[in-house]
């Protein structure tokens, strides 16, 4: 404690120094420093070799529906509002539109071009033509604004001829001076709508081809008659911003300035509506004879400091309930559409990410780290005060955890205690409310995923869109561990990139490198993040194998429980995402700890892992 006394001594000293020529230095009048986080916690190393699971194989056609918004935003839009609406900025009486807000007037995010590798048109012209007895590959293009056209025409279905498809959307990029040609409001329904019938027409096509008979000359649209044919659907729908198809309360003066004439109205289609149609999309996989999977790809396009918050979150959302993955792209740039193409033979996991943390161990809102002992999320010495059992991760016994019932009763105080200092306060009964609809067993809701949330949790949390997902807001950081660190997560929340205190780390490294969440990097002293060090160990087509070492884990005292999170990811389907977590304890405090994969067979008699799915 001398030392640091002495350098906050120095500091108010030169503090002093640099106002002499302002003031007389008065060190009574000084506003103090804020206070530093002056702990340290004991550390370990933890040791993890594993490797991805096996890749398999799956022969699928593939039929892809590209859908590109041509509202006429890409070519002049407004200033918008800082709300987030997507509505126009009021500047007094006016509002600003100009080309600078134009989101894509070139289309070369839409479109790209040949020589940027990945971008549609760039991409069509890399596929290789199909065999015309045999094609594996087939296209349609929507363009939507105030309605929505097809390619093929009255969304019939798709093309396998690439090479027409190629050249219908390079004329489709250039039509109108050299860029596309774009005007009208933006609708959503319109386009998923065309999707839908395409891919209708398309099964229908499939099952009528099946029930003919095998001897039947083969056609265009049934180049196998007899036989059931199985595609796999990928949508890839790219928009700048919400469905707006009206906005009242703007007119156009005798200047020809777009002025306010009356109340501002943004008309919009229904975001349930959407959904529900996307859902309808989805549910085509139902039909398994004639769809193996249904995948909805979004891109949100934006100009830097205009974005569209709620368009924006209604275009990850779509990409969640269509079992695919929502991008954001700034305009200018380009998409790789290599990224929505599935392998044509093998389907191989890929390592994500990995978190190793202590499970008894918790950063509270003090900015130190507490015991946690149950592993509940809630510190030993907060349970004690609050009147729950730092010894039962479920002191209730009503299938909740303590953790879960602290804030969503926003840690209301207890009422009444026992001679232990346990709450004797009427028990919340979820079994007969929030979550009547799940059955418990042995006391205990289901889990539907091993991240630490049951689907009664979850339900509690306003994440009913979670059940069955480890990681609801699709940011690649598993709910448990941005629920304890007290990070939203639920589906549609925006993901954990951001840095909250200015001080270098992202809410996302704090979790990964067990550092305090709420507390400033410039607060931390004698406080290190966690160091991971991964060798990668070999890789083949079918999987690849790594060792971990992770060192400078803080823990506190004895029988710690160590957890790792892995997560594999092959960015096409939603099945394909894999997570596995594991849990040992560390019955020293310098002892270091290693974990074998889930496939070891004394890991699996120690029962270490959980998996999922």
Same mark, same amino acid.
């Given at each position: 404690?001398?030392?640091?006394?002495?350098?906050?001594?120095?500091?108010? =000293?030169?503090?002093?120094?640099?106002?002499?020529?302002?003031?007389?230095?008065?060190?009574?009048?000084?506003?103090?420093?804020?206070?530093?986080?002056?702990?340290?916690?004991?550390?370990?190393?933890?040791? =993890?070799?594993?490797?991805?699971?096996?890749?398999?194989?799956?022969?699928?056609?593939?039929?892809?529906?590209?859908?590109?918004?041509?509202?006429?935003?890409?070519?002049?839009?407004?200033?918008?509002?800082?709300?987030?609406?997507?509505?126009?900025?009021?500047?007094?009486?006016?509002?600003?539109?100009?080309?600078?807000?134009?989101?894509?007037?070139?289309?070369?995010?839409?479109?790209?071009?040949?020589?940027?590798?990945?971008?549609?048109?760039?991409?069509?012209?890399?596929?290789?033509?199909?065999? +015309?007895?045999?094609?594996?590959?087939?296209?349609?293009?929507?363009?939507?604004?105030?309605?929505?056209?097809?390619?093929?025409?009255?969304?019939?279905?798709?093309?396998?001829?690439?090479?027409?498809?190629?050249?219908?959307?390079?004329?489709?990029?250039?039509?109108?001076?050299?860029?596309?040609?774009?005007?009208?409001?933006?609708?959503?329904?319109?386009?998923?709508?065309?999707?839908?019938?395409?891919?209708?027409?398309?099964?229908?096509?499939?099952?009528?081809?099946?029930?003919?008979?095998?001897?039947?000359?083969?056609?265009?649209?049934?180049?196998?008659?007899?036989?059931?044919?199985?595609?796999?659907?990928?949508?890839?729908?790219?928009?700048?911003?919400?469905?707006?198809?009206?906005?009242?309360?703007?007119?156009?003066?005798? #200047?020809?300035?777009?002025?306010?004439?009356?109340?501002?109205?943004?008309?919009?289609?229904?975001?349930?509506?959407?959904?529900?149609?996307?859902?309808?999309?989805?549910?085509?996989?139902?039909?398994?004879?004639?769809?193996?999977?249904?995948?909805?790809?979004?891109?949100?396009?934006?100009?830097?400091?205009?974005?569209?918050?709620?368009?924006?979150?209604?275009?990850?959302?779509?990409?969640?309930?269509?079992?695919?993955?929502?991008?954001?792209?700034?305009?200018?740039?380009?998409?790789?559409?290599? #990224?929505?193409?599935? +392998?044509?033979?093998?389907?191989?996991?890929?390592?994500?990410?990995?978190?190793?943390?202590?499970?008894?161990?918790?950063? /509270?809102?003090?900015?130190?780290?507490?015991?946690?002992?149950?592993?509940?999320?809630?510190?030993?010495?907060?349970?004690?005060? /609050?009147?729950?059992?730092?010894?039962?991760?479920?002191?209730?016994?009503?299938?909740?955890?303590?953790?879960?019932?602290?804030?969503?009763?926003?840690?209301?105080?207890?009422?009444?205690?026992?001679?232990?200092?346990?709450?004797?306060?009427?028990?919340?009964?979820?079994?007969?409310?929030?979550?009547? #609809?799940?059955?418990?067993?042995?006391?205990?809701? +289901?889990?539907?995923?091993?991240?630490?949330?049951?689907?009664?949790?979850?339900?509690?949390?306003?994440?009913?869109?979670?059940?069955?997902?480890?990681?609801?807001?699709?940011?690649?950081?598993?709910?448990?561990?941005?629920?304890?660190?007290?990070?939203?997560?639920?589906?549609?929340?925006?993901?954990?990139?951001?840095?909250?205190?200015?001080?270098?780390?992202?809410?996302?490294?704090?979790?990964?490198?067990?550092?305090?969440?709420?507390?400033?990097?410039?607060?931390?002293?004698?406080?290190?993040?966690?160091?991971?060090?991964?060798?990668?160990?070999?890789?083949?087509?079918?999987?690849?194998?790594?060792?971990?070492?992770?060192?400078?884990? +803080?823990?506190?005292?004895?029988?710690?429980?160590?957890?790792?999170?892995?997560?594999?990811?092959?960015?096409?389907?939603?099945?394909?995402?894999?997570?596995?977590?594991?849990?040992?304890?560390?019955?020293?405090?310098?002892?270091?700890?290693?974990?074998?994969?889930?496939?070891?067979?004394?890991?699996?008699?120690?029962?270490? /892992? #959980?998996?999922?799915?």
């Amino acid at each position: 404690m001398g030392a640091f006394k002495t350098q906050l001594e120095n500091r108010l =000293v030169l503090g002093c120094i640099s106002l002499l020529a302002l003031t007389a230095c008065n060190q009574d009048k000084l506003t103090p420093l804020s206070p530093l986080n002056l702990s340290s916690a004991a550390q370990t190393s933890v040791n =993890v070799n594993f490797c991805t699971d096996p890749s398999y194989n799956q022969k699928q056609y593939l039929k892809t529906i590209i859908i590109l918004d041509h509202s006429g935003s890409n070519q002049h839009n407004y200033q918008m509002a800082t709300d987030g609406s997507g509505g126009p900025a009021l500047n007094g009486n006016t509002i600003t539109i100009a080309d600078q807000y134009g989101t894509d007037p070139l289309g070369k995010t839409r479109y790209g071009d040949i020589a940027t590798p990945g971008s549609l048109l760039n991409y069509l012209s890399t596929v290789t033509p199909n065999d +015309p007895t045999d094609p594996t590959h087939f296209f349609a293009l929507v363009d939507f604004s105030t309605q929505a056209t097809t390619y093929p025409a009255n969304s019939s279905g798709f093309t396998s001829d690439t090479v027409a498809f190629y050249n219908y959307v390079q004329q489709d990029a250039t039509v109108n001076n050299g860029g596309p040609n774009d005007g009208g409001s933006t609708s959503y329904l319109s386009a998923l709508t065309a999707a839908y019938n395409i891919m209708n027409s398309d099964i229908q096509a499939a099952a009528k081809c099946a029930a003919l008979p095998v001897t039947s000359a083969p056609q265009a649209w049934c180049l196998h008659p007899g036989t059931q044919v199985a595609s796999s659907y990928v949508i890839v729908m790219m928009s700048d911003g919400s469905p707006i198809i009206n906005i009242d309360g703007i007119g156009v003066d005798g #200047s020809g300035n777009i002025v306010v004439t009356g109340q501002i109205n943004l008309e919009k289609e229904s975001s349930t509506d959407i959904l529900s149609l996307v859902g309808t999309i989805s549910s085509l996989t139902s039909n398994t004879q004639y769809v193996s999977s249904v995948n909805l790809f979004t891109i949100y396009y934006y100009v830097p400091g205009n974005v569209d918050l709620n368009g924006q979150a209604l275009l990850a959302n779509m990409a969640k309930r269509g079992n695919g993955i929502g991008y954001n792209a700034l305009s200018g740039s380009n998409i790789d559409y290599n #990224s929505f193409q599935p +392998p044509v033979k093998k389907i191989k996991y890929s390592l994500s990410d990995v978190f190793v943390t202590n499970a008894s161990a918790t950063w /509270w809102t003090d900015g130190k780290l507490h015991q946690d002992t149950d592993m509940d999320g809630l510190p030993d010495d907060v349970e004690v005060a /609050w009147g729950s059992d730092p010894l039962n991760a479920m002191t209730d016994n009503n299938g909740v955890s303590d953790l879960v019932k602290y804030f969503a009763t926003n840690a209301k105080p207890c009422a009444k205690k026992n001679a232990l200092g346990r709450c004797t306060d009427t028990v919340i009964n979820y079994a007969n409310t929030t979550c009547a #609809s799940l059955k418990r067993t042995n006391g205990l809701f +289901p889990s539907s995923d091993p991240s630490g949330l049951n689907d009664c949790e979850k339900l509690i949390l306003g994440d009913a869109a979670g059940i069955n997902n480890p990681d609801s807001n699709s940011d690649l950081l598993p709910d448990w561990l941005e629920f304890k660190n007290g990070v939203p997560f639920q589906m549609g929340m925006t993901p954990a990139v951001n840095t909250p205190d200015q001080d270098g780390y992202s809410t996302y490294q704090k979790i990964k490198l067990s550092l305090p969440m709420n507390l400033s990097a410039a607060q931390n002293i004698n406080i290190q993040p966690a160091v991971y060090n991964m060798t990668f160990v070999s890789n083949s087509d079918v999987q690849d194998c790594y060792q971990l070492s992770v060192t400078g884990l +803080p823990v506190t005292g004895n029988g710690n429980t160590i957890r790792v999170d892995i997560i594999e990811k092959a960015e096409l389907l939603q099945e394909n995402y894999l997570y596995r977590v594991g849990k040992k304890v560390l019955t020293q405090a310098n002892q270091s700890l290693s974990f074998n994969d889930w496939n070891d067979a004394a890991e699996k008699t120690a029962k270490t /892992w #959980s998996v999922w799915p």
